[in-house]
């Protein structure tokens, strides 16, 4: 089945969908994106994602050419051009064709890219192996991923699905993921120097009523010693951390408050399909 992409006000089979190599996300990597899960052709979270996006332009001094209402209008010819099941969306805002390699151009370049998707096993543990590190600005969703791609022959031989970033003793994300823990059934976040995670935002805003949730500065010390540690993204929704280092929580399993949030999370995007 042919796919379609959008570039710059067209919408293409994708693989005519390309840009040219003076593009300052590809010389210098300048450009942010954002990434949603469209669910039987229904995105999920869109205005939020929208909302992320649109502020994490203005914060890096790019313009979006389209309309808020263009853009949705963008994305469901895309989902209607690309029926899938399961689709993943990612929308790409780059600083242009650079004249000197180095200064955006007055016209960015915006792409939107659907794909099809597999969710992983909700029930498969993820290992995450600590570095210290801090991303430069780590309320934007940038394209610099150098660290965690570099990092991933390291990765594979400690066996490990991502990172756990942390510095001055603080822990503060994965590369692709919020992080939580979970101690005597309270569960804590870091509050600071984060990604704002969409799915992190709503397990926030909206689970209060199962558990207590406390954003603060939390230690990689306290981390290894919680009862539970699980990360959000929205390519995962809510994933359970069995093994950090060589610490190994719940014998391996899913904890119970994961297992708990695990599941009303799905009852949330259920309701959110039903308000469509």
Same mark, same amino acid.
């Given at each position: 089945?042919?796919? !379609?992409?959008?570039?710059?006000?067209?919408?293409?089979?994708?693989?005519?969908?390309?840009?040219?190599? /003076?593009?300052?996300?590809?010389?210098?990597?300048?450009?942010? !994106? #954002?990434?949603?899960?469209?669910?039987?052709?229904?995105?999920?979270?869109?205005? #939020?994602?929208?909302?992320?996006?649109?502020?994490?332009?203005?914060?890096?001094?790019?313009?979006?050419?389209?309309?808020?209402?263009?853009?949705?209008?963008?994305?469901?010819?895309?989902?209607?051009?690309?029926?899938?099941?399961?689709?993943?969306?990612?929308? *790409?805002?780059?600083?242009?064709?650079?004249? %000197?390699? !180095?200064t955006p151009a007055e016209d960015p370049?915006?792409?939107?890219?659907?794909? $099809?998707?597999?969710?992983?096993?909700?029930?498969?543990?993820?290992?995450?192996?600590?570095?210290?590190?801090?991303? =430069?600005? $780590?309320?934007?969703?940038?394209?610099?991923?150098?660290?965690?791609?570099?990092?991933? $022959?390291?990765?594979?031989?400690?066996?490990?699905? %991502?990172?756990?970033?942390? =510095?001055?003793?603080?822990?503060?994300? /994965?590369?692709?993921?919020?992080?939580?823990?979970?101690?005597?059934?309270?569960? !804590?976040? $870091?509050?600071?120097?984060?990604?704002?995670? *969409?799915?992190?935002?709503?397990? *926030?805003?909206?689970?209060?009523?199962?558990?207590?949730?406390?954003?603060?500065?939390? @230690?990689?010390?306290?981390?290894?010693?919680?009862?539970?540690?699980?990360? @959000?993204?929205?390519?995962?929704?809510?994933?359970?951390?069995?093994?950090? #280092?060589?610490?190994?929580?719940?014998?391996?399993?899913?904890?119970?408050? @994961?297992?708990?949030?695990?599941?009303?999370?799905m009852r949330e995007e259920l309701t959110?399909?039903?308000?469509?």
């Open positions: 089945m042919q796919e !379609f992409s959008y570039l710059n006000g067209q919408i293409l089979p994708s693989e005519e969908t390309k840009i040219h190599v /003076s593009d300052l996300g590809f010389l210098r990597g300048y450009g942010i !994106f #954002d990434f949603f899960r469209v669910l039987k052709g229904r995105p999920v979270f869109l205005q #939020d994602h929208l909302d992320r996006f649109e502020k994490g332009a203005k914060q890096m001094g790019l313009q979006v050419a389209e309309s808020r209402e263009k853009l949705q209008d963008i994305i469901f010819e895309l989902i209607r051009l690309n029926p899938n099941e399961l689709l993943g969306i990612k929308i *790409i805002l780059t600083g242009g064709y650079s004249a %000197d390699g !180095f370049n915006l792409l939107i890219i659907p794909k $099809p998707f597999t969710f992983r096993d909700s029930a498969a543990g993820l290992k995450l192996m600590s570095l210290e590190y801090r991303r =430069d600005i $780590p309320e934007v969703k940038t394209l610099n991923y150098v660290t965690p791609i570099r990092m991933l $022959p390291k990765l594979k031989e400690m066996r490990a699905d %991502d990172l756990l970033y942390y =510095d001055q003793g603080l822990i503060s994300e /994965s590369s692709r993921s919020n992080v939580f823990i979970v101690k005597d059934e309270r569960i !804590f976040t $870091p509050g600071t120097a984060v990604l704002p995670g *969409i799915t992190r935002m709503h397990l *926030i805003a909206k689970c209060g009523g199962l558990f207590e949730i406390e954003q603060r500065a939390v @230690t990689l010390a306290e981390t290894l010693a919680a009862d539970e540690v699980f990360v @959000t993204r929205s390519s995962q929704r809510i994933q359970a951390v069995t093994q950090i #280092d060589d610490r190994v929580f719940n014998r391996g399993k899913t904890g119970k408050i @994961t297992g708990k949030l695990q599941e009303w999370m959110l399909q039903d308000a469509y």
